[in-house]
């Protein structure tokens, strides 16, 4: 399998909250800013009426919205170095920057896909 294709999601047993975790595949296109885009994955065993919960969803973009630029940074500056991570400091500021941009436009998206 492609290193940039690899995807892992795990499921807390006392909470069942679910974290997804993108291994490359959702930072191929940093260079340029882009809008993020709904998607709804069918989770086994969820009602079909909990994909759509405006108030969980709400909370969860307000999480997002509370990762400053610095946690960004933080975050990026611990990726690997060198080979397949292409990780030399400006792709890692790109890469920053470009998270940056997704959050600030996170919560117009979502109310738009909330609405339809």
Same mark, same amino acid.
């Given at each position: ?45 969820? #009602?079909?009426? &909990?994909?759509? +919960?405006?108030?969980?969803? @709400?909370?969860? $973009?307000? =999480? ?31 890469? #920053?920057?470009? &998270?940056?941009? +997704?959050?600030?436009?996170? @919560?117009?998206? $979502?109310? =738009?896909?909330?609405?339809?």
């Amino acid at each position: 399998m492609d290193w940039r294709r690899r995807y892992a999601s795990l499921s807390g047993l006392t909470d069942g909250k679910i974290y997804s975790i993108d291994h490359g595949d959702c930072f191929g296109g940093t260079g340029a800013s882009s809008d993020p885009s709904p998607t709804i994955a069918d989770v086994p065993g969820l #009602a079909d009426d &909990l994909k759509k +919960r405006a108030g969980d969803i @709400r909370a969860g $973009i307000a =999480k997002v919205e509370a990762v400053t630029d610095h946690d960004l940074l933080v975050a990026v500056a611990q990726v690997p170095v060198g080979g397949p991570w292409q990780s030399q400091a400006d792709r890692r500021l790109e890469i #920053a920057n470009w &998270l940056a941009q +997704r959050r600030s436009r996170l @919560r117009e998206v $979502i109310e =738009k896909w909330l609405k339809s």
